[in-house]
């Protein structure tokens, strides 16, 4: 049986489609760069991380202490790891088994473009994303 999501809609297809068609880090950059605001981002990967820490076995105080993510927000993320629809298990396994323990590359085509304006006469970009690691 197919899995049937709730939020499923053309719109949200649409998005979902657009995210698959990106190929490296950096096009993700500069998609999520354009859709979302930056806290947005650093929010959906504080997110991640917590998800990862649990999933490594870390307790919500080490979380807590190390990330400042409140214990009421690791617990959701807690329950969505054991009893939602599997999506942050299915990503973890897959980037783990990709990595293969092995931190040099960690599964990118390329590394994150270094701060700096992409275009002539655009601004300066800097990495929005001050979470531990």
């Known amino acids: 049986m197919a899995y049937q999501s709730r939020l499923q809609n053309p719109r949200v297809d649409r998005l979902f489609e657009a ?14 760069e354009d859709l979302c605001t930056v806290g947005e981002i650093q929010s959906l990967a504080m997110r991640f991380e917590v998800a990862r820490r649990l999933a490594a076995g870390q307790t919500y ?29 299915l990503v973890l396994e897959r980037l ?29 970009r800097t990495d929005p994303d001050p979470a531990p690691s």
Do not use: K, V, W
Request: net charge positive; with cysteine; charged share 25%.
């Open 19 to 32: 995210i698959l068609s990106l190929e490296t880090l950096e096009e993700c950059y500069r998609f999520f």
């Open 96 to 124: 783990a088994r990709r990595e293969g323990g092995s931190q040099a590359g960690r599964g990118h085509p390329r590394p994150p473009p270094p701060p700096g304006p992409p275009n002539p006469g655009e601004p300066a």
């Open 61 to 89: 105080e080490q979380i807590h202490r190390e990330t400042g993510m409140s214990s009421a927000t690791i617990s959701r993320i807690n329950r969505f790891l054991h009893y939602g629809a599997d999506g942050y298990r």
